[in-house]
């Protein structure tokens, strides 16, 4: 059971009410009811606060309270807080067809994800249809098919012509959007600002999705696509759209002009594609004059043609493959997304790192030599060891690039996120054994003003760093 507050907890768990009297008995408020005798319109904000099935309830109170959650703004279809009903799906059907037909839904979020009774793609089209009706402001829908992929199984999207923001998880389906030449679609997703799809695939390779963005959003500012399927190519035309998320989402072109783009995170989706000679390689195409941040951990497409694109960025976060990705594309893309730009004022770095050497190898050293950087005023340098303990050349050799740099943050990672959690400890003829080169070199600390170093623990080469800003600030 949920309690409203810490009260009627105390009042229950001890047989008595709200309002027993302070010797403890079990005397119950007998004046009017006031909270039944407030306006509707304070009724319904009271109960979006409570979870609807919770709101549903309150009909059992008296009959002032028959029918006062079909008016409330806010529908909340939760599995977990439906556990009760018999079959949840035709419960959460029941109380959508209960609803008042004459009340538009503010945020309406429907989440079902249990193998039994499964939601096949007829009935999750219907939430979808009845959302696009009625839905004014945000529109939440998770939903899994039962175990395994089912083909069959597909999500007629119809057009929003209200909502401002949309989110779908739909494993095991497959979502089918609003053709650009269909009439009775005719319509489109005009106040739209924000779009989330994950864990869905595309039977047309992307097609609708470009159309829709492209042609049907004129409000979208925010884009996300995660853990997408069937997608070859993706076109974005868009004068309104301001921030543009990509993970996961295999590609062979992506092609994206947004003139007003501030934001872009791009992240494994050209890792399967590039260097592929059945697939021809992969593109991308991109103008964005007004990018201030841009994020990339992936692999750098085989054809690449900028029309546009500020050569200074707020921030720049570039983040080097795991090893076993860069042995299958044949290479390192590490230092081509750095080349674009001239300036960062914020850079994030992860420092490239193989399978065989370490920060101070003559492998490692060349790479990170030849690195093109653009000036930065504040460096993010996560390091992956992969079991070494020798990096202190890198970070010196960052430091030297530009000496002007005013905050550094150096973070020590014992492997890649992507690959073996294990970090394998360096052999003993490693060069980390060797004696340390830079510890009696000159190290340009005058203009650092802020140092942290996190995961510093074991790291005798951390230590030294920072005992040594903190003698030349003394």
């Not at 403890?24 to 409570?50: A, N, T």
């Not at 028959?66 to 529908?75: A, Q, Y």
């Not at 951990?297 to 720049?316: F, Q």
């Not at 294990?422 to 802020?450: G, R, V, Y």
Request: charged fraction near 25%; hydrophobic fraction near 40%; include cysteine.
């Amino acid at each position: 059971m949920a309690y409203r507050c810490a009260a009627h907890k105390k009042a229950s768990l001890s047989g008595g009410s709200v309002g027993a009297g302070a010797g403890g008995g079990r005397g119950y408020y007998g004046g009017p009811d006031r909270i039944s005798s407030l306006p509707d319109e304070l009724l319904h904000h009271v109960l979006s606060f409570v979870t609807t099935p919770e709101a549903v309830r309150t009909s059992a109170l008296s009959r002032r309270w028959v029918g006062v959650w079909k008016r409330v703004p806010r529908l909340h279809l939760l599995e977990e807080e439906a556990t009760s009903a018999g079959h949840i799906p035709d419960h959460f059907d029941g109380i959508l067809r209960r609803y008042a037909a004459d009340v538009d839904i503010a945020d309406l979020a429907i989440s079902y994800h249990w193998d039994w009774p499964e939601v096949d793609g007829d009935r999750a089209s219907a939430w979808a249809a009845f959302a696009a009706r009625r839905v004014t402001g945000r529109f939440y829908l998770a939903v899994t098919t039962q175990v395994g992929h089912d083909d069959d199984a597909v999500l007629d999207l119809p057009c929003f012509e209200r909502a401002t923001e949309i989110s779908l998880y739909s494993s095991g389906m497959a979502v089918r959007l609003p053709a650009l030449d269909d009439t009775a679609a005719a319509g489109g997703f005009t106040r739209l600002t924000r779009l989330r799809i994950s864990e869905l695939r595309f039977s047309d390779a992307g097609e609708g999705i470009s159309g829709v963005v492209s042609r049907r959003c004129p409000s979208l500012e925010c884009l996300e696509l995660e853990h997408i399927d069937g997608m070859e190519a993706l076109t974005l035309r868009s004068d309104s759209l301001l921030s543009l998320r990509l993970a996961y989402v295999p590609l062979r072109r992506l092609d994206v002009a947004a003139g007003n783009m501030r934001k872009m995170r791009v992240k494994y989706c050209f890792d399967g594609t590039s260097r592929c000679p059945w697939t021809g390689g992969a593109a991308m195409r991109l103008a964005a004059p007004a990018l201030e941040e841009l994020g990339w951990e992936d692999a750098y497409p085989d054809k690449v043609e900028l029309i546009s694109l500020p050569s200074c960025l707020m921030e720049l976060a570039v983040v080097e493959l795991p090893s076993h990705i860069i042995h299958e594309i044949g290479q390192s893309d590490f230092t081509k997304i750095l080349k674009l730009f001239s300036r960062a004022h914020v850079l994030r770095l992860t420092s490239p790192m193989t399978a065989t050497a370490t920060l101070d190898s003559e492998e490692q050293e060349s790479l990170i030599h030849s690195v093109q950087l653009p000036y930065y005023s504040e460096l993010d340098l996560g390091v992956i060891t992969n079991g070494h303990s020798s990096f202190g050349s890198t970070v010196v050799h960052f430091l030297r690039r530009n000496s002007s740099i005013r905050n550094l943050t150096l973070t020590l990672n014992p492997y890649h996120p992507k690959e073996n959690k294990f970090a394998p400890c360096c052999m003993s003829n490693c060069t980390c054994h060797e004696p340390l080169k830079w510890w009696d070199q000159d190290i340009p600390l005058d203009s650092l003003e802020q140092l942290a170093i996190k995961h510093i623990s074991g790291h005798r080469e951390a230590k030294k760093l920072k005992s040594i800003w903190i003698q030349k600030k003394q």
